[in-house]
């Protein structure tokens, strides 16, 4: 089982930021990604967000084996054939460390605040498609010509080439058919979109089926989920006292309860109890299901201050990591 961090990081200093992921590679963990968001939220964007692709370099330089990306960037952010050089830099500097992380996008408000538009599901997984094809043309050939319906390239040069001959790992979010047949072509990870584990196995087989018929090994795609990790002092025995603890953290850390609520119950995967249940839950969660990663927040993918999260995962790193295992790239589990 591959233990990863997602690093939301809002409010944070630039020097909180890079503090954390230095000691996130020496507690253990096999990835630390970051969300690519232009603001917290509409109602609280005086909450200090830092653009991940300035951010990730310099992650890179304050680490040595720790994989580093994005979870995710979202379609139409920006134009892929600029995207290519800024990944590929990226990925140079960390020694070929770095997971571009992408999906179809969620947040219409952050696209619409640059004067972008935010289409339909359909055309934002067709536009999402036409980026990919010419991220790994880019990345991998001399020159790049490209016609589609959104991107259109004439003799696009990305030089100096990424570290690795195929270009970095690019992970795709997916959830829905769609995201599905697109993962099914280009991914090397999948954040599997699901809070029940069997739709996470039931979208694992479909895209692992589906690369397969693509003449790809669908066995090498690393499969993970992303949870929120709560940790109490004491077990949680029933609804009542896991909406207790919920509650009482929300508190703490500034929450509307109600929101976190729905987010530990509802949107995400999550652990809720003692730091002694949470190895089996997170083998539970993954290796039972014959996935590979587990993603982990401390509490919430909102707002957490620095020194409660890093508190979170030090605990969280000492009762599931074993330190023997060091950091893999494509396919290692």
Not at 112 to 131: C, H, K, N, T
Not at 251 to 268: T, Y
């Amino acid at each position: 089982m591959l233990t990863s961090v997602l690093l939301v990081g809002w409010g944070w200093t630039a020097r909180e930021y890079l503090d954390a992921v230095a000691e996130i590679e020496s507690l253990g963990f096999h990835a630390a990604y970051i969300g690519d968001d232009l603001f917290a939220h509409q109602a609280d964007v005086d909450v200090g967000t830092f653009e991940p692709w300035t951010m990730l370099p310099a992650m890179a330089m304050r680490t040595r084996r720790l994989l580093l990306g994005s979870l995710v960037s979202p379609a139409g952010r920006r134009h892929p054939g600029l995207f290519a050089k800024i990944t590929a830099t990226a990925d140079l500097i960390s020694n070929g460390r770095l997971i571009v992380g992408m999906g179809a996008g969620n947040a219409p408000e952050q696209q619409r605040s640059l004067g972008q538009e935010f289409p339909a599901p359909r055309r934002r997984v067709a536009m999402l498609s036409e980026e990919l094809e010419i991220l790994r043309s880019m990345w991998t050939r001399p020159r790049t010509d490209f016609e589609g319906e959104f991107y259109s390239i004439n003799g696009g040069v990305c030089e100096p080439k990424p570290h690795r001959p195929t270009g970095p790992e690019i992970l795709i979010a997916a959830q829905g058919p769609a995201m599905v047949r697109l993962a099914a072509r280009h991914a090397d990870r999948v954040n599997l979109l699901s809070a029940d584990n069997a739709g996470a196995v039931e979208i694992a087989e479909a895209i692992r089926l589906g690369a397969d018929e693509h003449g790809r090994i669908g066995s090498d795609i690393v499969m993970s989920r992303l949870c929120t990790v709560l940790l109490t002092d004491h077990p949680v025995g029933g609804d009542d006292e896991r909406h207790a603890a919920i509650d009482s953290r929300a508190s703490e850390i500034g929450m509307d309860p109600a929101v976190l609520r729905h987010e530990i119950d509802h949107w995400l995967h999550s652990y809720v109890g003692p730091v002694d249940g949470l190895r089996q839950w997170m083998h539970d969660s993954t290796e039972s299901l014959g996935l590979d990663e587990i993603v982990i927040c401390i509490d919430t993918v909102d707002t957490v201050d620095f020194h409660h999260t890093m508190t979170g995962l030090r605990l969280v790193a000492a009762a599931v990591i074993d330190r023997a295992e060091e950091p893999m790239g494509r396919g290692g589990r």
